[in-house]
C-alpha cells in the first residue's frame, strides 16, 4: 500500500510539492524541544461480530479536524447490540521528556470527540483509567484530587493544589516522582501513570437495516519548527538512518527532496522558516465487522496549496489545489496512516 510504487500516486503527490514557497529572513535551527510528538487516533472499534459489515467509509483528515463517515449494515433479520468504542491513545505521563500534541485542553475528551448516529448527536460513556504496568491505581490517583489524564502546563499547580497529606501519599506510593526543580530548589514531581480513556456505549444495529455513523475530532499535530529533510540538515553526518525512515514512512519519492530543496535552499539556517506537521491515523482498528470495507474513500486535505504532502496509500489523485483522494473498493486495512506537511506554519 505504498505511493512511491505507484506512478499515479507519485503524479499526484508530486504536484503538491510543485508550488515554492517565498523565502524569508533567517531563522534559527530548531531544538529539540521545539518539537511536539503526534498522536495516533483511530477510528472506531467493535466487539467482534460477524453479523455487521462496513458498506462505506469516508476517513477526512485536515491539519485541524479528522472526520469520519461509516455506513453499516446489519446482515441478519434479528436485530443485533454491539459495544462501540473509540480509544483515545494512551499517554505515558511518566515520561516527562515527551510533549505529545494534545489538541483539547479537557482531561478527559482531550482531542474534542464528537459522533452522530443517523445525523443525531449521541452521548458516550466515558472510561479512564490510571495504570502502572499491570497495576490499576485509578482509585488513589481520584481520591488524590487530581485528574487522572494530568495534562497541560498547568500540571505542577494541580500537583501543589492538592492536600500536603494526599500529595506524600502519592510520592511514598510513586504515583509522583521526581520531575527536575524549582528556581527556588525544590524538588517538582511529576506523574508516574499512564494515562488511558475510551469512549464506549451499545449500539442497537436494526434487521436488515444501515446505521450511519459519523465521528470527529481534532488532528493531533505532531510539530517540529524545522525539518530534517532540509538539505543542509539530511546531508550532515549520522543523518543517514533519519532520512531513511522519513522515506519509508511516508514514502518519499526523489522528486520531494527536489521539490524541497527548491524552496529551502542549500544554506544551513533555515531561511524559507519551513515547519514540519505530521499526522498519524491508526487505519487497521476496528476490523471486527464481517468481510473487508466495501467501498473506502480517503480524502487528505493538507489546508495550503504552497504546503509539501506525501504519505503512503494506493491510488492518490489530486482533486483540488489542496486535497488529494483515494477510492478502494473491498479493502482491508493493512497498515496505519502517516501524513508529512512541511510549508509556513
Known amino acids: 500500500m505504498k505511493a ?19 523565502l524569508a529572513a533567517p531563522m534559527p535551527k530548531a531544538a529539540a524541544n521545539d518539537s511536539s510528538v503526534e498522536l495516533a487516533v483511530g477510528g472506531v472499534t ?15 483528515i485536515t491539519p485541524e479536524t479528522v472526520t469520519v463517515n461509516y455506513r453499516f449494515l446489519n446482515q441478519t433479520q434479528a436485530p443485533v447490540t454491539l459495544n462501540v468504542g473509540f480509544p483515545l491513545p494512551d499517554l505515558d505521563l511518566s515520561d516527562q521528556d515527551s510533549a505529545y500534541a494534545i489538541p483539547g485542553a479537557d482531561p478527559v475528551n482531550f482531542v474534542d470527540f464528537k459522533t452522530r448516529i443517523d445525523g443525531k448527536p449521541i452521548k458516550f460513556d466515558v472510561v479512564q483509567r490510571a495504570k502502572m504496568g499491570a497495576r490499576d491505581v485509578t482509585a488513589a490517583v481520584r481520591a488524590s484530587g487530581l485528574p487522572i489524564a494530568l495534562i497541560g502546563a498547568d500540571t505542577q499547580q494541580k500537583i501543589a493544589a492538592i492536600t500536603p497529606e494526599a500529595r506524600a501519599a502519592l510520592i511514598d506510593s510513586g504515583l509522583l516522582i521526581p520531575a527536575g526543580t524549582s ?4 524538588t517538582l514531581y511529576g506523574p508516574a501513570w ?20 459519523e465521528h470527529r475530532y481534532r488532528t493531533s499535530l505532531g510539530a517540529s519548527q524545522d525539518t530534517a529533510l532540509r538539505k543542509a540538515l539530511r ?3 549520522g543523518m543517514g538512518a533519519t532520512v531513511e525512515r522519513y522515506r519509508k514512512d ?18 544551513p539556517t533555515n531561511t524559507a522558516r519551513l ?19 466495501k467501498n473506502f474513500h480517503l480524502i487528505v486535505d493538507k489546508g495550503k496549496s ?10 492518490v489523485k489530486k482533486i483540488s489545489p489542496t486535497a488529494f483522494e483515494a477510492k478502494l473498493e473491498n479493502f482491508t486495512p493493512a497498515q496505519d496512516l502517516k501524513i508529512l506537511l512541511i510549508g509556513k506554519y
Open 306 to 315: 504552497d504546503r509539501l504532502v506525501s504519505f503512503c496509500f494506493d491510488n
Open 194 to 213: 499512564t494515562a488511558t480513556t475510551a469512549f464506549t456505549r451499545k449500539q442497537i444495529f436494526p434487521p436488515g437495516s444501515s446505521v450511519n455513523v
Open 250 to 267: 511516508y514514502c518519499l519519492p526523489d522528486d520531494f527532496f527536489r521539490g524541497l530543496d527548491k524552496i529551502a535552499g542549500s544554506e
Open 235 to 237: 546531508d550532515a553526518d
Open 183 to 186: 528556581e527556588t530548589g525544590e
Open 46 to 60: 467493535f466487539a467482534q461480530s460477524p453479523d455487521v459489515s462496513m458498506e462505506e467509509e469516508t476517513l477526512t
Open 275 to 293: 515547519q514540519e506537521r505530521r499526522i498519524a491515523y491508526v487505519l487497521k482498528t476496528g476490523a471486527n465487522w464481517s468481510g473487508p470495507i
Open 4 to 22: 512511491k510504487n505507484k506512478p499515479q500516486a507519485r503524479a499526484a503527490l508530486g504536484a503538491a510539492f510543485a508550488c515554492a514557497l517565498a
